[in-house]
């Protein structure tokens, strides 16, 4: 089963793919939000799309970056499609990695049911 991970910068895809790889899954990152092509997430059929996702204060936190609001809009606007088909959203700013990555793998094991 193949699981693309989608979001905006600094939402912790690398993070996740990486726990998610580490826990058996075949997870890959989409590049999405550098994308204008509204499809991008799907061109490797994946079988569940997750959509992460972060406030610009919890990416601030996260990493330094030197891009604002306006930027993270743009992102977004690249991410209206994959959020429209995800599978799965979540809101990161509150959960450390661990529990991001708990949350796809509970919801992977009920999709899997």
Not at 13 to 35: F, I, M, R
Not at 58 to 65: E, L, P
Request: glycine share 4%; proline share 2%; hydrophobic share 40%.
């Amino acid at each position: 089963m193949k699981i693309a991970v989608v979001g905006v910068c600094a939402s912790g895809k690398t993070t996740l793919v990486a726990g998610l790889k580490a826990a058996g899954y075949d997870a890959y990152n989409v590049a999405q939000e550098h994308s204008g092509i509204h499809d991008f997430w799907a061109k490797r059929h994946p079988d569940i799309l997750v959509m992460i996702d972060a406030t610009m204060p919890a990416i601030r936190k996260r990493r330094t970056v030197y891009w604002n609001e306006d930027r993270l809009a743009v992102q977004h606007k690249r991410l209206a499609d994959a959020r429209a088909h995800a599978d799965l959203y979540i809101q990161t700013d509150n959960y450390n990695a661990e529990q991001v990555r708990d949350k796809v793998i509970n919801f992977v094991n009920k999709y899997n049911k």
